[in-house]
């Protein structure tokens, strides 16, 4: 689809640019998509010298603020002006050196695509076009695909589980999934509810290319918004209590807030030194604590974007953060393998990034930790992590209680259940997993995408 | 006439027909081709294999063919793709001709049918992403990773990298459900940003095998079908007659489930001597210039080295042989003529005493000791032989040698403190002195506690503290093995592992070392608790397990100090290690240069100058019980440690092979005891007996050294034969001509000018002592002439003569060991 797209406005635009002038040309312009057309082209014969890690000419194209705001010569166009516009000079030569450096110069239709997106304005409309585009047809699998998110609905009747470009929502425990929400996003990496159970969160992207969060009408199934942001999937994202921002944690070390009804960036946060993975609202939503992969657990006022503290006492990177229901408290894990419980308040007078806030060093997973989940009533912490072991610890005293088989190596995602007593698990086998609490049993086990046979999969 | 245009056209096109047997002046007439492997024999139609052309010249050398030859199957089941390399379309079996020049061949092929398998991570994944770079060191190879991506050091942990590549952030790098969308294939293509720019092609073979890899659901494979077991290379020596020549080759796989593969392409060659020898990208070796080296070939965790030796092209060499006075000469002299160098004859007598007494004793022979030498009418064997047992006999031999292993041991205060290095260099002066077996010498050291007083060799583990210093110390002093870089990953040029590193700390393991009653002394004892050693990775108890398996070797227990076992394994005369790593460092002390050189980093990748000469040297040790004085006196004896300076045109540029004998520079302790012996002056160190001689003091922290220091004195902080440097420098060069040693030295007032002039000494006289003293020999007539018409030219002879002696203790004939 995304392919007939773009294929179908090159065509368009290679003849309007033969016949020049006239009603097309002035309907391509306006059809000229930053996501559908600049884009690839952008990923295909610029950014292997203009991205984050060799910033050529101070310049990186892999997304489009760093594209607006330009290299060292100042920014890549001026919006309506491409005579003015210093992308265009270097893809033409009127500027050395000419664009691509070293390589053949881009087909003439190719430049008449950045001529006309900058004379028309030089929008970013990847967020409109990735909500366009949702409501595709369904992938098909001949593998299940890896777990990487899991959430139930408020009222425990749908558990929402990650796919392939979609979103699986499951009211029975079987392998026929009861509605399909298909987007762009080749990877869901985050599901949640709002506390009224109307909207579905999902967050993804695709690696190293764009990150989208989806706000899905779970009731008509309908994508109400997408929103895209950053320029690699979006990681941990979280819903504050009230259900009316999302915040998630970017590639390019920032946490960013974003309002559900409107899509609006909020908030864009830098205090952290590396990929943030990890986001969790405080309980009364005033307040957001990140983790990431520099190691720290940062307090920070969600409406002002003010740095507060570190909770924690740094040791390795940092993946997985959550809050318990109705206290600050939070549980964070990562690559050291122990999950730490840590009062998000200070005591006492603290220094920097110290253990004061300390409430449980759990034991050592067995294995890299990838995600933690508190129970509904608070009492019960579930660790899962490169482990096929899922443990659980009681809250207060941070003694083990019990222990579900996720039964393969590798869990993305645990979900309690609402009304408590079960477990969702899934991950890098594809299946899902439910085990009841107290036995530690698996009382279900299926496999959320129906999967086509086809002579291929035995290759 | 017709001949000699075809022998021609043969060296240019490769391609004409050649007239059988007819001799060739401007080309080389080929007799006859070879074809291997042959039959050749595929293991599915998915399997690539390269073959080999050689051709057979006249003299019977072999000529690489395999890219200039054609290859042809009528039944068209496999194609040839250029460089040897054939693929087959399908099974079956044909027949290929291999035509080169005149000559062809008829290679039977099999190929089998496809195989039903899946493609793993161990046999099929690993290699690929080793051989596009994304595990080297400055990429994800990194010990941090690169960009939040880590994966071991060049693959040697495939466990690991099985797990980032796809566990990792939730299996973000491959996509099962589309396989084609795979993060981990996007990046190294360059669809996507990747700071490590692009690394593979769509349309590749390698691009197809991660594919597939991901479509068949990302399996790792099993250990005991999937790993490679052994590596074979063809040729396993590579001998080219002239630089330039070049030589095609194959290196083949055998997996633990008997398998083969033909893996030229993803195996890992490199040059153990670059400037004689380069390894081009098409596997292909090439002769640079005359010399010697190794081809060096890594594959998944599998070394293989294989010889290379570039001929001197010249015309015209003829093997004079030399006398072989013993052994070594006789397998010095064997791969010196097959490799075209004419070795040195023996130097002159006065060369040769200076030589064996700086070696044996570190001392320059005194004036008269070489008179009475050059004096001594008897035979020159004979006589050489006796100054071999007069200076292996003297004092000043045992102190040398104390110095040496005073040096290897790191007897100094900052470890031993005032009182223990003196009683350390006692106990190591009389086990020098009694000629101590080395076993013997080995297993005290190692096998010792109590205190420093009742027993000094326990200054060996005061001085290695933890479990991973002892074994380190020991691996590298005792069996010439370098172990320090397993202990962060598994060694990238040899076999050793992580978990061996461990393995063999754990033996150190229940050291303890707790001050002693008197003040500076410790008591090294056994510990009862904390006795383990836990490894790093994942804090599992490690027990202690040999490097290698010896016959014979005491089993192990699991409980209490296994060093007993840990010595008797070392000093086996089953142990492969031992015997060759103190004969290779002995014989390096008398040429300047190991057989393996360095001589304490013995390993698959650096192969020895020549091996048949180590072996029977470490032979001959074991032979004798480990006599060291014994391997000593064969080393001096031979005719090739005897070898002249003076080069001829065939050996003038071999520097490893020792054909001839190469001047070093004299050591600091050498230089130093020198000057004052050759100038009669004393030197005063502090806090030492009067009267010491540099060889004598027992640490590098004595005051006073400034000059030892300038010349490379090791500081004995590290147990490698690396810390003593021999470079010259200017700071050097400086201080000889203008500073206070030589300067002091020369005008002592009661030094040896001032001793023969009082003594009433002629100019003949002043001047011959003057060169015997410094240069071990009377001055030749001409020296002589020189030196007498400045006695005549001036007025002061005492002035005249501290000149004449400071010209001799900067020229280079004094500086060196010749």
């Not at chain 2, 099993?222 to 080759?249: H, I, M, Y």
Request: negative net charge; aromatic residues 8%.
């Amino acid at each position: 689809m995304t392919l007939l797209i773009a294929f179908l406005s090159v065509a368009v635009l290679s003849v309007s640019g033969l016949f020049g002038g006239g009603e097309a040309e002035a309907k391509a312009a306006a059809g000229v998509s930053y996501s559908q057309d600049i884009q690839p082209l952008l990923q295909r014969s610029c950014q292997g010298c203009h991205q984050p890690s060799s910033r050529q000419g101070g310049l990186d194209v892999t997304n489009f603020e760093n594209l607006r705001t330009g290299g060292q010569h100042g920014a890549s166009f001026v919006s309506g002006a491409p005579e003015r516009s210093l992308l265009l000079a270097h893809l033409t030569g009127d500027r050395e050196p000419r664009m691509p450096l070293g390589m053949p110069p881009l087909d003439a239709s190719d430049i008449e695509l950045f001529r006309k997106w900058i004379a028309s304005g030089a929008r970013d409309d990847s967020s409109e076009m990735a909500t366009r585009l949702a409501g595709g047809k369904p992938p098909v699998y001949r593998q299940p695909p890896v777990i990487t998110a899991l959430a139930y609905s408020p009222d425990g009747g749908t558990l929402a589980v990650s796919g392939y470009r979609e979103v699986l929502l499951h009211r029975d425990s079987d392998s026929v999934p009861d509605a399909r929400l298909v987007g762009t996003a080749d990877r869901i990496q985050s599901l949640g509810f709002t506390a009224d159970g109307k909207t579905l969160m999902a967050a993804g992207g695709r690696p190293a290319s764009f990150g989208e969060v989806q706000f899905w009408d779970v009731e008509s199934e309908q994508l109400r918004r997408a929103v895209r942001s950053c320029h690699d999937t979006l990681f941990g994202a979280s819903l504050s209590p009230d259900g009316t921002r999302v915040a998630f944690g970017c590639a390019d070390h920032t946490v960013r807030i974003v309002e559900v009804a409107t899509g609006k960036e909020l908030l864009k946060m830098s205090h952290h030194e590396n990929w943030v993975l990890g986001t969790v609202f405080g309980v009364d939503g005033k307040r957001i604590i990140s983790v990431g992969r520099d190691r720290a657990a940062k307090l920070v006022d969600a409406t002002t974007g003010a740095f507060i503290e570190n909770v924690n006492l740094l040791k390795g990177e940092l993946t997985a953060i959550a809050r318990h229901p109705s206290r600050e408290t939070v549980a964070i894990g990562g690559e050291d393998r122990t999950p730490f419980l840590y009062r998000v308040d200070k005591a006492a007078k603290m220094l920097i990034a110290d253990s004061t806030n300390l409430l449980h060093e759990l034991e050592k997973h067995d294995g890299e930790i990838f995600d933690l989940a508190f129970s509904p009533d608070g009492k019960t912490l579930a660790v899962s992590g490169a482990s096929s072991r899922v443990p659980l610890y009681d809250v207060e005293s941070g003694a083990a209680s019990g222990a579900c088989d996720a039964g393969h190596q590798g869990i993305y995602a645990v979900a309690f259940h609402p009304q408590g007593g079960r477990l969702a698990m899934g991950g890098f086998d594809g299946n899902v997993r439910i085990c009841e609490l107290d036995s530690g049993r698996t009382v279900s086990e299926f496999i959320p995408v129906p999967i086509q046979e086809t002579l291929v999969s035995s290759r | 006439m017709r001949a000699a245009f075809a022998a021609a056209l043969w060296t240019v096109t490769g391609a004409a027909v050649l007239g059988a047997g007819t001799p060739a002046a401007a080309g080389e007439e080929i007799r006859e081709i070879r074809v291997e492997p042959s039959p050749l024999v595929f293991s599915g139609p998915g399997s690539v294999r390269r073959i080999l052309v050689t051709g057979i010249t006249a003299e019977g050398e072999r000529r690489d063919l395999t890219a200039k030859a054609t290859y042809e199957d009528p039944a068209g089941l496999v194609e040839a793709q250029g460089q040897g390399y054939i693929h087959p379309k399908d099974s079956g079996e044909t027949t290929l001709r291999v035509t080169a020049g005149a000559f062809g061949v008829d290679l039977p092929v099999r190929i089998e049918p496809a195989a039903e398998r899946a493609t793993t991570f161990l046999k099929d994944v690993l290699p690929v992403i080793n051989k596009v770079g994304c595990t080297q060191g400055i990429c994800h190879g990194a010990a941090k990773g690169r960009n939040g991506f880590k994966l071991s050091l060049r693959g040697y942990d495939p466990r690991f990298d099985y797990q980032s590549l796809l566990y990792d952030m939730s299996g973000r790098r491959f996509n099962r459900a589309d396989p084609g969308q795979s993060l981990m294939l996007a990046k190294p293509t360059q669809e996507v940003a990747h700071g490590g720019g692009l690394r593979l092609k769509r349309d590749s073979r390698y691009y197809d095998t991660l594919l597939k890899w991901i479509s068949d659901g990302v399996p790792f494979g099993e250990e005991s079908a999937d790993k490679v077991r052994r590596l074979e290379v063809l040729p396993q020596e590579v001998f080219l007659t002239a630089p330039g020549q070049r030589q095609s080759v194959v290196v083949l796989a055998e997996y633990e489930d008997g398998s083969l593969r033909d893996v030229t392409r993803e195996a890992h060659l490199g040059s153990s001597n670059t400037e004689a020898i380069a390894v081009s990208d098409g596997a292909v070796v090439q002769g640079e210039r005359v010399g010697e080296g190794a081809l060096l070939v890594r594959y998944e965790g599998q070394f293989v080295t294989v010889p290379v030796t570039v001929l001197n092209p010249s015309s015209g060499f003829e093997w004079s042989p030399l006398p072989q006075y013993n052994y070594i000469d006789r397998l010095v002299d064997g791969k010196l003529e097959r490799i075209r160098v004419q070795p040195s004859p023996p130097a002159s007598d006065s060369d040769f005493l200076r030589r064996v007494s700086l070696d044996l004793t570190g001392r320059l022979p005194s004036p008269e000791e070489v008179r009475a030498f050059l004096e001594d009418p008897a035979d020159r064997q004979e006589k050489r032989t006796r100054a071999i047992d007069r200076l292996m006999g003297s004092d000043a031999y045992v102190d040398h040698w104390t110095l040496k292993w005073g040096d290897l041991l790191r007897n100094n205060r900052k470890f031993l403190g005032h009182k223990g290095i003196w009683s350390f260099q006692e106990w190591i002066r009389q086990s020098v002195a009694q000629n101590k077996p080395y076993d013997q010498l080995v297993r005290e050291l190692l096998a010792s506690k109590g205190s420093t007083g009742e027993n000094p060799a326990v200054s060996y583990y005061r001085v290695a503290r933890t479990p991973q210093d002892a074994m380190e110390t020991t691996t590298q002093l005792f069996l010439g093995v370098r172990m320090v870089c397993a202990q962060c990953h598994d060694h990238p040029f040899e076999r050793w592992t992580q978990d061996q590193y461990f393995q063999m700390a754990a033996f150190f393991s229940a050291i303890g070392i707790r001050p002693g009653f008197k003040s500076g002394e410790e008591i090294v004892y056994e510990k009862r608790q904390d006795a383990e050693l836990k490894h790093p990775k994942d804090g599992r108890v490690v027990e202690p397990e040999y490097l290698v398996p010896v016959e014979g070797a005491p089993a192990l227990e699991s409980e209490g100090d296994q060093r007993p076992a840990l010595v008797e394994w070392l000093t086996s005369k089953k142990n492969p290690f031992f015997a060759r790593a103190v004969a290779n460092r002995i014989w390096s002390y008398f040429f300047g240069r190991g057989i393996i050189e360095p001589v304490d980093d013995i390993r698959a990748s650096n192969p020895a100058a020549n091996a048949p000469l180590l072996d029977a040297l470490a032979q001959d040790l074991k032979d004798h019980d480990y006599d060291l004085q014994h391997l000593m006196r064969t080393i001096v004896e031979s005719r090739t440690y005897q070898a002249s300076i003076q080069t001829n045109a065939w050996n003038e540029n071999d520097g490893i092979n020792f054909s001839r004998r190469i001047p070093r520079r004299l050591s600091a302790e050498q230089l130093a005891d020198a000057i004052t012996a050759a100038t009669g002056s004393r030197v005063e160190f502090e806090t030492v007996p009067d009267d010491s001689r540099a060889a004598q003091l027992p640490d590098p922290h004595v005051e006073n050294g400034e000059f030892l220091d300038l010349f490379g004195r090791p500081q004995r902080d590290q147990p490698c034969e690396c810390e003593r440097k021999s470079d010259m420098s200017l700071s050097q060069a400086l201080n000889l001509v203008n500073g206070p040693t030589v300067g002091r030295a020369v005008a002592d007032p009661e030094g040896r000018i001032a001793s023969l002039i009082l003594g009433g000494a002629s100019n003949r006289e002043l001047i011959e002592d003057l060169y015997l003293s410094t240069l071990s020999r009377p001055p030749t007539e001409p020296e002589y002439v020189s030196a007498a018409l400045l006695f005549e030219e001036r007025e002061s002879r005492a002035g005249t003569a501290q000149d004449l002696l400071w010209a001799l203790l900067n020229s280079n004939a004094f500086l060196f060991n010749r």
